[in-house]
């Protein structure tokens, strides 16, 4: 692991299950960490990447692709790397679990539905996929049934609602078990009730 990515909780050679945690725009690793007290994850090797001047990509998750390129790209390479390092030490993809807020979260999401596969679970705290469209054909695999926790506020500044919706049927539609509460005008944070229903939904697996 290179120095950009904060690790916690059990040792990776140790651990049995990972939690990749990506922070969102403007924040860091260390601040995604802090989330994980608040999880069921005590048996877990905890895993937050920290993006270049601390945003994965520049512009809006809603621009065109290439807007927010190489940011973009290069991002979802480092989350890859990332998944590759847990692999290498003896982690299976079903005991891998993604975590994101905001900007996190979109990545979480564009990550795991780009290379689907049954994983642990996918928590997204706020976000969608990410293009100014949901360009269908970027998509590939299937998610066997992987459960997936998406929770946001209507209206969010940031994530319309929409994109919300399209995200879920097309993961639903490539085999995800999407769990996806809209909260009224809780604003653009993460709720007790979205950590009650990670736990419940994502972290309670034995």
């Not at 990447?49 to 390479?77: G, H, M």
């Not at 795991?112 to 949901?134: E, H, M, P, S, W």
Request: hydrophobic residues 40%; contains cysteine; charged residues 20%.
């Amino acid at each position: 692991m290179n120095t950009d990515i904060l690790t916690d909780g059990i040792p990776l050679n140790e651990a049995k299950k990972a939690l990749i945690l990506i922070h969102g725009r403007g924040a860091s690793a260390h601040d995604i960490l802090s989330i994980a007290k608040h999880l069921k994850v005590d048996d877990f090797a905890l895993v937050a990447p920290q993006a270049e001047n601390r945003t994965w990509y520049p512009y809006s998750f809603l621009a065109p692709l290439n807007e927010n390129e190489p940011s973009f790209s290069n991002s979802l390479e480092a989350i890859h790397k990332v998944v590759v390092a847990i692999q290498q030490n003896g982690i299976e993809k079903e005991n891998i679990y993604f975590l994101g807020f905001s900007q996190g979260a979109c990545l979480a999401l564009e990550f795991t539905t780009r290379n689907a596969a049954k994983y642990g679970g996918v928590v997204a705290f706020t976000g969608g996929l990410i293009g100014d469209q949901v360009y269908e054909n970027h998509y590939s695999g299937n998610f066997e049934n992987t459960p997936v926790f998406i929770g946001t506020s209507d209206p969010d500044f940031h994530v319309p609602v929409e994109r919300v919706n399209e995200t879920e049927a097309l993961m639903e539609k490539m085999g995800a078990d999407v769990t996806k509460k809209i909260y009224p005008n809780m604003g653009h944070t993460i709720s007790q009730d979205e950590i009650n229903c990670a736990n419940a939904l994502i972290f309670n697996k034995k």
